[in-house]
């Protein structure tokens, strides 16, 4: 790397002297200048004078400038002065470390202008020279002929000495060099300072006071500088303080880095658990956290350097907890620490199990180590301190390792939460966090709460120790329900269509209950559950939900289709029925529905009848004969290949299969069983006799060999990073100690012989490595007892052939790596092992099959997510959630996950995967993207929401839970009220205004709505009230219109309508918005509202093409007298239209209508109560205007009084279908009519008028 050269400006002052500093880049600490000294810039009383600040600090942020490097030298380069045209060294400025003398020393030497060689130096404290700031500085009055040096530890002046010479160089054109390494070249010839003699760069932060050229300098003015210097740390807090959790097993380990380095305090917490012990040893240190400086250096990480490390000690006498830090001695970091002169280590016995949660607080404050241990069971605390006055280096930017950062044999399977570190600590707090949902713990995790807190209103659950939320609310921290989100629940409208409660259908307009058992474990006929709306046009049933005791995960069951019958009071199975017109007419069955007791069995070609009687369907899977009990269907007699227990037919399954290998990890015994391999860590076992190696499960065909004392078994191939020892039959976890070699074993005579070679070196081992040298896309090749070289691994995605030991692309769906083998024996995985064959059993390579017809394709390594099935097809398997994975029907499902929230088992999966249900739903199931936009078209489905889409198929166990059939959605009720229909309202005044209906703000009313909530408890419909009555347009002049708009159905799943609601106040003082634009809400009503009109009033409504239902009641819109203005209230696709208790005053409205673009639904309301306009004119404008008129109009109290209308109507109906409008009490006073009609009729539309007043009216046409 290049030197950087910076030119440091020289500042020439008359009086007083520059306090600038400059701050050298700790990235490439190099600084440069030229420095021309000529006679004439100095008189009487002139000088020039520049300073060095410095502050070592070894483990700090240090980046090597040239190649002399702090390991490199003890002492370290400061500042130097150089001949421009000599290349001579002038002035030498470093420190030196002498260890062995424990000295610390300052040293300046230079070459005055008088040739001669002046040396000083100053003893620094051992203790006093890291972290503390140092200055030097330099001041000549060449006039005078004297020079000043000065040497400053923090405050305290250390070296001041006075010398009489001109200058402290030999050169006047000089270089002067700021930080960087050194080496004392064969040219220069300085007095006590050896040729070749290296000194590095200094391991700290360097500042610059510049040079200053100036008049009248004091012999004490030095001190101006020290008192203007700051000298403390800034520490700069760690943003990211939390590292993930983590289950560490095995060789697994991390690290956490600090953002930022501290100043001189850190502090550590985390809880730790050992879940699990391996060891082939009784007695064992395991080293588990690491606490060092962020250096990838052996030395500058070493343990005497490390801040913090942790280790346990197992012993079948005591376990112990060890315990190192370090205290430097002397601060030097390039020492032999082989005899470890700056460690601690201490031993803290435990007198507890050592897998209990222990909560683990470590840290340095002020020179003071502290740690603090503290082990929990139940209610006992096991507490182990300790505290170390220790001398660490400081500004250390700290890396945290922890697991088996050793990669130890012998271990521990480590758990790691909350684990934070921080850099810039006042205090080490011992105490620990419970999680949010304990009141007290023996553990960080919501299953180690000892108690919950009253206040909080959870229930403690003690077989998992934990605490949990009642089913009403959600858990948001604190058990939170409708009323902690400032819902309200609304009563259920009376006039509202009554749907049918779950277990009954549509019949008849009415509610019928459907032929369904319903249990906690059974539910039979979901086709009827799940479909009330259209089930009376099937009648049939052939879905059932079956859950057994055990938790697992639940089944649908589907039988063949059973038709039903009406008797007249319910519905029973049609025995002779085959299709829906059946059940229209069946004389027979309807007498047969009037027995008391029916046979239930399974109809099969085999056995149609029992004891000559006709019989129901069997619903359980499997059974040959079913009865039925007072709650449920149980089985008699099961089908061959089935066992009943407890009512149920249970499928056996037979690992062993004539003629088929076995399945790892299961292998074939000496008897031709299939067996679980027990040897951890082990791939292929296999069976054999010790001292007749002729008799072993790996030879092709093997004959049925005898047990006896010399039976064994042993392993042909161990997981990577394993080897098997024949001598104590286990995987050692150890590297081949062969050369060049990456597979081995050792044998029966404990010698370790090589199965793969890395290089392409046969002598090694009969297998090597990379083969492409031989075969194309080889990953691994073997040369055969007669000489052959065959592939016996390929590449990823390609075939290993047994036939040409060739490769070729692998056909098999998601596979990663295959190989030919014979299709009946499954064998394709022995071609892994044939090195192992042929020197374990005296050169045997097991032999290919004559058949072609016998060989093919076989998976060894499906992708991720996948399996091989029957070793032949590459499945999609289970998620990694799932406890029990099975194979049925040539895929996998998951027959049992892990407990849910309320720690009870998830009851439903799909291909493989644990199906999350809302919170009140105990089994549910996907639904296809039709079913999807057939609720909610809007949701937008992301991996966090998904689940809100499933249907749900059997509630949660509490009694208050129901389940919607017509959306199959769960819901909450108290009695008969239930939470699927709530209110939020919004209060606000003009402060807030602008934060509540603006998106970019953190108060916008969307956000504090709680959507999890929403979709947790299936919200059907929202109401969002706004109450203006605080507000008061006059004190907002900067807010001239409003936007409202709303997403809660991308949002929330089960929504199917918003409605908006805006209450003002009729109050003149306190006036209403005059322009909104309200969109996505199927219902809007602007109640006791003022609008007074300036210039413009305009409100839109929208909601993406679907009809909205509009309500404006108790609501005055005013202007100035016969001000004209833009007017524009849009109504487009309206299911309903409500105008109630308004009034007009003052308008004046030219070309327009009070409501424009009203198109109407097929079915819509219209409905005008108590409608007044006054003091008003109407120029070229139809009042109301009602085109394609589908329905009926009911227009109740309208009066107009003291308005003037010019080519203008009051009402304008057409219809092409035949529309009423009932007309009930109008007055039409003190009006004139100019070209102008009160109602204007086209097409088939009766209007029917009664109590109709006119008083004062001119008619001119």
């Not at 002046?118 to 203790?127: G, L, R, T």
């Not at 029925?577 to 070609?605: G, P, V």
């Not at 409003?1042 to 908006?1060: A, D, M, P, V, Y």
Request: charged share 20%; hydrophobic share 35%; with cysteine.
């Amino acid at each position: 790397m290049s030197q950087l050269h910076i030119v440091i400006l020289i500042v020439k002052f008359i009086q007083g002297e520059s306090q600038v500093r400059i701050s050298m880049n700790q990235d490439y600490q190099l600084m440069t200048n030229s420095f021309l000294i000529n006679s004439q810039d100095y008189q009487a009383n002139s000088y020039f004078s520049y300073g060095i600040w410095s502050r070592y600090t070894p483990l700090g942020r240090n980046n090597q400038v040239g190649t002399i490097g702090i390991l490199d030298s003890s002492c370290f380069h400061l500042h130097n002065a150089m001949g421009q045209s000599t290349k001579l060294l002038n002035f030498i400025l470093f420190d030196c470390l002498e260890y062995p003398a424990q000295i610390i020393k300052r040293q300046i030497l230079f070459k005055a202008s008088d040739e001669n060689w002046y040396s000083y130096e100053a003893i620094i404290n051992n203790f006093m020279y890291e972290y503390t700031w140092h200055y030097f500085e330099i001041t000549s009055w060449p006039f005078e002929k004297k020079l000043q040096l000065i040497f400053i530890q923090d405050k305290k002046t250390v070296l001041n000495k006075i010398i009489d010479v001109r200058i402290p160089y030999s050169d006047i054109d000089l270089q002067l060099t700021f930080g960087g390494g050194l080496l004392i070249d064969q040219y220069q010839d300085i007095p006590n300072l050896e040729k070749g003699t290296k000194f590095s760069f200094f391991p700290g932060k360097m500042e610059l006071q510049p040079i200053y050229i100036g008049m009248y300098k004091k012999l004490s003015d030095y001190l101006l500088v020290t008192k203007l210097f700051t000298v403390e740390c800034q520490c700069q807090f760690n943003s990211v303080r939390y590292a993930n959790d983590k289950d560490l097993k095995f060789l697994e380990s991390y690290s956490f880095t600090s953002q930022y380095p501290n100043c001189e305090n850190f502090g550590l917490a985390t809880w730790i658990r050992i879940t699990n012990i391996k060891s082939d040893i009784s007695e064992f240190t395991y080293n588990v956290m690491k606490l060092s400086a962020t250096f990838s250096n052996s030395q500058l990480a070493n343990e005497n350097l490390a801040a913090f490390q942790l280790s346990y000690f197992l012993s079948p006498l005591r376990n112990k907890i060890l315990i190192s830090t370090y205290s430097y001695t002397f601060p030097l970091v390039n020492l032999d620490f082989s005899d470890n002169p700056f460690l601690i280590q201490r031993e803290i016995d435990l007198y507890n199990d050592i897998k209990l949660w222990h909560y683990l607080a470590v840290g340095v404050i002020n020179n003071e180590f502290t740690i603090f241990i503290t082990f929990y069971e139940d209610f006992l605390e096991y507490y182990y301190e300790m505290y170390e006055s220790v001398n660490h280096f400081h500004m250390v930017r700290y890396q945290l390792e922890y697991g088996n950062i050793k990669k130890q044999s012998n271990y521990f399977d480590v758990q790691f939460k909350n684990l934070n570190f921080d850099n810039c600590p006042f205090y080490i707090d011992y105490f620990n966090f419970c999680h949010f949902s304990c009141e007290r713990c023996d553990g960080p995790t919501d299953t180690d709460c000892l108690s919950c807190s009253e206040s909080s209103n959870r229930i403690y659950i003690r077989e998992y120790k934990t605490c949990i939320c009642p089913y009403d609310t959600i858990d948001d921290y604190q058990c939170r329900g409708f009323e902690q989100y400032k819902f309200s629940l609304n009563q259920i409208d009376a006039n509202q269509s009554v749907e049918c409660l779950f277990g009954y259908f549509e019949f008849e307009d009415q509610c019928t209950k459907c032929p369904s058992i319903i249990q906690d474990n059974f539910l039979t006929c979901l086709d009827c559950l799940f479909n009330p709306n259209t089930w009376s046009k099937i009648l049939s049933c052939e879905i059932n939900l079956y859950l057994n005791d055990e938790g697992q995960t639940s089944k649908i069951i589907n039988q063949e289709k059973q038709y039903f019958i009406s008797d007249g009071n319910e519905f029973k199975p049609c025995l002779k029925c085959k299709n829906y017109e059946d059940t229209n007419n069946s004389f027979e069955d309807s007498k047969q529905t009037i027995k008391e007791f029916q046979y239930f069995c399974l109809k099969n070609s085999i056995d149609l009848f029992v004891q000559n009687k006709d019989c129901f369907q069997c619903y359980i899977q499997d059974c040959k004969l079913c009865r039925i009990t007072l709650f449920k269907q149980e089985c008699i007699i099961c089908w061959q290949g089935s066992k009943l227990i407890n009512g149920e037919c249970q499928m056996q399954v037979f690992i062993l299969q004539p003629k088929i290998n076995c399945v790892q990890p299961y292998y074939l015994d000496y008897q031709k069983n299939c067996k679980l391999c027990t040897i951890e860590n082990c791939k292929y076992c296999f069976e054999y006799i010790s001292n007749d190696l002729t008799k072993s499960t790996l030879y092709l065909n093997f004959n049925q060999f005898d047990m006896n004392e010399y039976h064994k078994i042993g392993c042909a191939q161990c997981e990577d990073n394993f080897i098997f020892d024949f001598q104590i039959g286990k995987c050692l976890q150890k590297q081949p100690s062969i050369e060049n070699c990456l597979r081995s074993f050792i044998n029966l005579q404990n010698i370790e012989v090589c199965t793969l070679s890395k290089y392409d070196n046969f002598s090694i081992a009969p297998a090597i490595s990379n083969c492409l040298n031989y075969i194309q896309n080889c990953k691994q090749c073997i040369l055969t007892p007669e000489k052959e070289i065959k592939c016996v691994l390929c590449n990823d995605g390609f075939t290993a052939s047994i036939q040409t030991g060739q490769c070729y692309l692998c056909s098999i769906l998601n596979s990663k790596t295959c190989i030919e083998g014979q299709a009946a024996l499954k064998d394709g995985w022995v071609q892994q092992i044939q090195s192992f064959l042929m020197q374990f059993l005296n050169n045997y390579f097991y032999p290919t099959t004559k058949n072609f017809n016998k060989i093919a394709e076989l998976p060894q390594e499906c992708q991720n997510g996948f399996k091989p099935i029957f070793t032949i097809y590459c499945h999609q398997y289970c998620e990694p959630r799932c406890l029990s994975c099975i194979e049925h029907n040539q895929q996998f499902f998951c027959n049992q996950c892990p407990l849910n929230y309320y720690k009870q088992p998830i009851r439903s999966s799909e291909k493989g995967k644990c199906l999350q249900c809302s919170q009140l739903c105990l089994v549910c199931q996907s639904r296809t993207p039709e079913e999807i936009n057939n609720i909610n078209p809007s949701f937008k489905i992301t991996d966090s929401n998904s689940f809100y889409t499933h249907k749900c198929l059997q509630k949660a166990n509490d009694q208050n839970i129901v389940i919607d059939p017509y959306t199959n959605l769960a819901k909450y009720c108290y009695q008969t009220q239930c939470i699927d229909t709530i209110t939020f309202k919004i209060d606000f005044d003009y402060n807030s205004f602008i934060e509540i209906f603006s998106k970019e703000f953190y108060n916008y009313y969307e956000n504090l709505i709680n959507i999890i909530y929403c979709n947790e408890f299936g919200i059907k419909e929202l109401f969002i009230q706004v109450d203006f009555k605080k507000f008061n347009m006059r004190e907002c002049n900067l807010i001239q219109r409003i936007l409202i708009e709303n997403n809660f159905k991308q949002k929330i799943f089960s929504l199917q309508k918003t409605h908006l609601q805006l209450i003002g106040t009729s109050d003149e003082q306190k006036q209403f918005i005059s322009y909104l634009e309200i969109q996505n809400f199927d219902s809007v009503e602007i109640n006791s509202a003022y609008f007074k009109i300036q210039e413009e009033f305009f409100i839109s409504l929208t909601n993406d093409r679907n009809p909205i239902e509009f309500a404006i009641m108790n609501t005055i819109i005013n202007s100035k007298q016969f001000n004209q203005f833009e007017y524009s209230l849009k109504l487009n696709n309206y299911k309903k239209l409500t105008i109630k208790n308004v009034t007009y005053d003052g308008l004046l409205i030219i070309n327009q209508s009070l409501f424009d673009y009203l198109t109407l639904e097929f079915d819509s309301q219209i409905l005008i109560e108590n409608l007044i306009i006054q003091n008003s004119q109407f120029n070229y404008s139809n009042l109301f205007t009602f085109p394609n008129l589908k329905t009926t109009i009911k227009i109740d109290h309208l009066k107009i009084n003291n308005c003037f209308f010019q080519n203008s109507a009051v009402f304008s109906f057409s219809s092409y279908l035949t529309a009423n409008v009932d007309i009930i009490q109008m007055q039409v006073l003190n009006t004139y009519f100019v070209f102008s009609t009160l109602i204007y009729i086209s097409g088939k539309v009766k209007i029917t008028l009664s109590l109709l007043n006119i008083r004062n009216i001119l008619n001119l046409t």
